[in-house]
Each structure stands twice: as C-alpha cells, then as structure tokens.
C-alpha cells in the first residue's frame, strides 16, 4: 500500500556549506534532506521510502558547538510504501525454486510464495523450471502474479522487508 506521510527530520549542514545568501542555503538543506532520504532506505512503521513530495517547514539552525555544523529542524511529505497481511498485491516472479518462487512487487524483493501456498500448482523443473496447473496456468520468470500477503517483517540490519504471500483466495494467480 502507498502511504503519505508527514515527517519531521533534523537535517546537519556542514559549517563549510554555510553561505550568508539564503536560498543557497535552503537550496543545501533540501539537497541534504533528500541524501539523507535516499540513504534511510526504509523503516519498520511507514515501510519504503519513496519520494519526497512537500518540504512543509524548515526551522531555525541551531550551530553545534564541537562542529561548527547547522542543524535544521525540517518538517516534509513523503510517500512510503508497505505491505499489509490481507492487502492484494501484484508481483513478477524473479526467482524459481523446488519449494517456491521469489516476486518482487514495488521496492520489495524478498516476497516468498510457498509451494504450499499455491492450490494445484506443480513444479515442473528443467532448465528454466516454472509451476504449472491443472488450468494450464503457468507461473514462470517474467510472469506477473496477483497474491495476497500473509505476513511482512521488517529486517533492520538490512533496511529491508521480507513477505510471505499466498494464491489462497479468489482472483489471485498468473495473470494472463
């Protein structure tokens, strides 16, 4: 699911970016925000970062005294996106294994969906191994698939997010 979100972030500018014209400076301020953004990656409440949309506010700096670095307090709109159990999803197959296939669906990577999860699919191995089922429907590398996800958890070492989905439900499957 898409989010947006208002967030309050201090931003550090260093004492040799400082410049007596303001908008050099708010001009800094921004860039580093949006560094800082990149770099965050993701976190456990709002998931994925994806774009800062607004910068609301930017308040007074406040010098640090062992650096001589500014901080700014800076108040902004952004858009996240985060997986929820029961939310319907739609993913491309990356990965194939014996016991299950890897999607990727927005940002995220690490969407496992289980052999088990997968009402009558059989796997099919060879060189470029794929599921197939009694339909016909095939699920092979490339293919886009409509899941539904059962759980996510949030990997802090990594800033990243793995899922468990299933094809358990109506409408979900290849999509053709």
Not at 52 to 71: A, M, N, P, Y
Not at 72 to 88: A, H, N, Q, R, Y
Not at 134 to 139: T, V, Y
Request: net charge positive; hydrophobic share 45%.
């Amino acid at each position: 699911m898409y989010l947006k979100s208002k967030l309050s972030w201090n931003v550090v500018i260093p004492a040799e970016n400082m410049n007596a014209k303001g908008l050099m400076l708010q001009k800094a301020i921004i860039t580093r925000l949006m560094t800082d953004f990149a770099a965050k990656k993701a976190s456990k409440d709002l998931g994925f970062y994806l774009a800062v949309t607004t910068v609301g506010s930017i308040g007074e700096g406040k010098v640090r005294q062992h650096s001589g670095d500014v901080l700014f307090p800076v108040d902004f709109s952004c858009i996240t996106f985060k997986m929820l159990p029961g939310e319907v999803l739609e993913g491309i197959v990356h990965k194939i294994l014996k016991h299950g296939i890897f999607l990727k669906c927005g940002p995220a990577e690490k969407v496992y969906l289980s052999h088990q999860k997968m009402d009558d699919y059989q796997f099919v191995p060879g060189e470029n191994p794929y599921f197939m089922n009694g339909k016909s429907s095939k699920i092979e590398k490339g293919v886009v698939v409509r899941f539904v996800v059962i759980g996510e958890k949030f990997m802090e070492a990594e800033k990243d997010f793995q899922a468990v989905v299933s094809l358990e439900g109506d409408y979900l499957g290849a999509i053709a």
